[in-house]
């Protein structure tokens, strides 16, 4: 599968601090055909690291989305972007200050989960989709999925968000505290002022090296290092994290990692009220999936969403698979993970075309 | 009368159930019933079941189905959210059934309870001349393996219904293939009553 990303340029952009991006650009990519009803627009939303490349080769869900996989490019018209704040294309702070020709660095304006919907949706509406099939996605993603179904509920068919949770709990916020307190001790990092020299690339690895763990299960770093050496003096988790740590560096941004991380800490959907009076009357149709092994997005969060939408008796289903690899099975063990969301979409598609 | 995956208790509850109503389907297997009712009565239809690889085929099918205990899940959805809420084959494994039945009549108009009758003549023979814990087609466990952790028959569940102030509205007794009439608690392989709250 041949893929390419294209770019959106658009000139402003509210955000939720009352702050205005102008211009804002989103890069995005596209697979499959948009149908003539343009009833089968998929959008994938990405996690805190991904970007708008989620297929073909090299893609970060490449095992979900294709012809033939869980979101079918074959029936399906599939788009994703990289988020607001991010460093694949879309506007953040590395990215050049119209006002002062400099880079924003940590003068960026501070971005929320919904700004970054709220830019999605001007993407969608720019590719003429009025009505989404279903937006997707795991971990953050999960989160902009509850974002879409929360503010353009009449959007979107579906949500199937994964693995992800309403609000972030303290031990979440924990862990992003650590990752963005190591690159902040990078004395590189210099107050996010690094573009042009020398990266803040200790401690952006160290703040990657944490994310790997929470996001692998005592099970599976058992099962693929247990504590085997690959040195006489270096386990090999040990060159394993630092390997995934350092090649992070040369991808991301580290005041991306800091902005987004934020947005990700602050996003909280009780804060808009109880959590059941935001899907009330809500008509799209939900799914929600979690993993056993995941504790850093616990099945509990997912359970207290879903225990929201019947509670106002959404069309909601619910599943926690049987998994291994912690909360990276969303992107690894998608086995079973393929079964429900095909099975889902296509009966989501079925019902759209007979409701249309 | 309907083949529904080859369940009889399946084929009479999609006879009872009204086309376009709210079905909730407690204890959905993986989800025949409600796919079923979908497309031959175009139900709304909502499932809740326990065992993962179950929920995961009901979905895949196009069910939205919940994974969770049945007794609990009940508690979560408002009042009257459903026409009908179905409990099939399901009753005698629940360690509360009055309080399953109760949330039943609270989150539905009707309930529809379908159970294998201990009253059935088999299981009274088997019982009777073997003297240990009755082993038959519809009960067909060892006793240290059964699911079954309460036994009851037509009359246990129509006295029940009557402490309870509920309404039988419908009730349909089987063996095999037939419909039975004559002393349904002595020759009923399966009852399937539909009951509402009545009128207090």
Redesign the interface.
């Given at each position: 599968m041949v893929t390419e990303v294209a770019s959106c340029t658009f000139d402003r952009l509210e955000l939720d601090s009352g702050a205005t991006l102008a211009p804002v650009e989103v890069a995005y990519e596209t697979y499959g055909e948009l149908n003539g009803a343009r009833s089968n627009a998929i959008l994938i939303v990405h996690a805190f690291s991904g970007d708008a490349h989620a297929a073909g080769e090299g893609g970060w869900w490449s095992s979900m989305i294709g012809p033939g996989k869980a979101f079918d490019t074959d029936k399906y018209f599939v788009l994703c972007s990289n988020v607001l704040g991010g460093c694949r294309g879309t506007t953040g702070p590395g990215c050049i200050n119209p006002e002062t020709g400099c880079p924003w660095a940590m003068s960026f304006p501070q971005v929320t989960i919904a700004d970054m919907v709220r830019l999605q949706r001007m993407l969608i509406d720019h590719l003429g989709i009025d009505k989404l099939l279903t937006v997707s996605g795991g971990s953050m993603g999960g989160m902009q999925a509850l974002e879409w179904a929360v503010s353009y509920p009449e959007r979107v068919a579906s949500a199937i968000p994964i693995a992800t949770t309403a609000r972030h709990s303290a031990q979440q916020i924990a862990f992003n505290e650590v990752g963005r307190q190591a690159i902040m001790a990078d004395p590189d990092w210099n107050n996010g002022n690094y573009y042009g020299g020398r990266l803040p690339g200790r401690g952006l690895a160290v703040a990657r090296m944490v994310g790997h763990i929470t996001y692998m299960s005592d099970e599976s770093m058992r099962e693929k290092f247990g504590r085997k050496l690959r040195t006489p003096d270096q386990f090999e988790v040990e060159s394993y994290l630092k390997y995934r740590g350092y090649k992070f560096v040369d991808r991301f941004d580290a005041n991306s990692y800091i902005y987004i991380t934020r947005a990700m800490d602050t996003f909280d959907l009780t804060q808009r009220g109880a959590l059941p009076t935001l899907f009330e009357s809500n008509e799209a149709r939900f799914l929600l999936i979690s993993f056993t092994s995941d504790w850093l997005y616990p099945p509990y969060q997912s359970l207290e969403i879903v225990k929201a939408l019947r509670g106002r008796n959404c069309d909601v289903a619910y599943c926690n698979l049987d998994a291994r690899y912690g909360h990276d099975s969303f992107l690894v063990e998608v086995e079973q993970q393929t079964e429900v969301v095909r099975g889902f979409l296509a009966s989501t598609f079925r019902e759209a075309a007979a409701n249309a | 009368m309907a083949n529904v995956y080859g369940r009889r208790d399946f084929a009479i509850i999609g006879e009872l159930i009204e086309p376009k109503t709210r079905v909730l389907d407690l204890g959905c297997g993986e989800g025949e019933l409600l796919a079923w009712l979908k497309e031959h009565k175009q139900v709304?239809g909502?499932g809740v079941e326990m065992e993962?690889a179950r929920?995961?085929?009901?979905?895949?099918?196009?069910?939205?189905?919940?994974?969770?205990d049945l007794e609990s899940?009940v508690e979560?959805?408002?009042n009257l959210?459903f026409d009908y809420v179905v409990l099939s084959q399901t009753l005698q494994e629940t360690r509360y059934p009055l309080a399953v039945l109760r949330g039943m009549l609270r989150v539905g108009k009707r309930a529809i309870v379908a159970f294998p009758n201990f009253g059935h003549y088999s299981v009274r023979l088997a019982w009777l001349l073997s003297g240990r814990a009755p082993r038959t087609d519809r009960f067909p466990y060892d006793w240290y393996d059964s699911p079954n952790i309460h036994f009851l028959s037509v009359l246990d569940f129509e006295a029940l219904a009557q402490q309870q102030g509920w309404k039988v509205e419908r009730r349909i007794c089987v063996a095999g293939e037939r419909q039975v009439t004559w002393l349904p608690n002595l020759m009923a392989e399966i009852a399937v009553f539909e009951v509402s709250a009545g009128s207090h």
């Amino acid at each position: 599968m041949v893929t390419e990303v294209a770019s959106c340029t658009f000139d402003r952009l509210e955000l939720d601090s009352g702050a205005t991006l102008a211009p804002v650009e989103v890069a995005y990519e596209t697979y499959g055909e948009l149908n003539g009803a343009r009833s089968n627009a998929i959008l994938i939303v990405h996690a805190f690291s991904g970007d708008a490349h989620a297929a073909g080769e090299g893609g970060w869900w490449s095992s979900m989305i294709g012809p033939g996989k869980a979101f079918d490019t074959d029936k399906y018209f599939v788009l994703c972007s990289n988020v607001l704040g991010g460093c694949r294309g879309t506007t953040g702070p590395g990215c050049i200050n119209p006002e002062t020709g400099c880079p924003w660095a940590m003068s960026f304006p501070q971005v929320t989960i919904a700004d970054m919907v709220r830019l999605q949706r001007m993407l969608i509406d720019h590719l003429g989709i009025d009505k989404l099939l279903t937006v997707s996605g795991g971990s953050m993603g999960g989160m902009q999925a509850l974002e879409w179904a929360v503010s353009y509920p009449e959007r979107v068919a579906s949500a199937i968000p994964i693995a992800t949770t309403a609000r972030h709990s303290a031990q979440q916020i924990a862990f992003n505290e650590v990752g963005r307190q190591a690159i902040m001790a990078d004395p590189d990092w210099n107050n996010g002022n690094y573009y042009g020299g020398r990266l803040p690339g200790r401690g952006l690895a160290v703040a990657r090296m944490v994310g790997h763990i929470t996001y692998m299960s005592d099970e599976s770093m058992r099962e693929k290092f247990g504590r085997k050496l690959r040195t006489p003096d270096q386990f090999e988790v040990e060159s394993y994290l630092k390997y995934r740590g350092y090649k992070f560096v040369d991808r991301f941004d580290a005041n991306s990692y800091i902005y987004i991380t934020r947005a990700m800490d602050t996003f909280d959907l009780t804060q808009r009220g109880a959590l059941p009076t935001l899907f009330e009357s809500n008509e799209a149709r939900f799914l929600l999936i979690s993993f056993t092994s995941d504790w850093l997005y616990p099945p509990y969060q997912s359970l207290e969403i879903v225990k929201a939408l019947r509670g106002r008796n959404c069309d909601v289903a619910y599943c926690n698979l049987d998994a291994r690899y912690g909360h990276d099975s969303f992107l690894v063990e998608v086995e079973q993970q393929t079964e429900v969301v095909r099975g889902f979409l296509a009966s989501t598609f079925r019902e759209a075309a007979a409701n249309a | 009368m309907a083949n529904v995956y080859g369940r009889r208790d399946f084929a009479i509850i999609g006879e009872l159930i009204e086309p376009k109503t709210r079905v909730l389907d407690l204890g959905c297997g993986e989800g025949e019933l409600l796919a079923w009712l979908k497309e031959h009565k175009q139900v709304d239809g909502r499932g809740v079941e326990m065992e993962g690889a179950r929920v995961q085929k009901a979905i895949a099918r196009g069910a939205s189905v919940y994974q969770g205990d049945l007794e609990s899940a009940v508690e979560d959805y408002p009042n009257l959210a459903f026409d009908y809420v179905v409990l099939s084959q399901t009753l005698q494994e629940t360690r509360y059934p009055l309080a399953v039945l109760r949330g039943m009549l609270r989150v539905g108009k009707r309930a529809i309870v379908a159970f294998p009758n201990f009253g059935h003549y088999s299981v009274r023979l088997a019982w009777l001349l073997s003297g240990r814990a009755p082993r038959t087609d519809r009960f067909p466990y060892d006793w240290y393996d059964s699911p079954n952790i309460h036994f009851l028959s037509v009359l246990d569940f129509e006295a029940l219904a009557q402490q309870q102030g509920w309404k039988v509205e419908r009730r349909i007794c089987v063996a095999g293939e037939r419909q039975v009439t004559w002393l349904p608690n002595l020759m009923a392989e399966i009852a399937v009553f539909e009951v509402s709250a009545g009128s207090h």
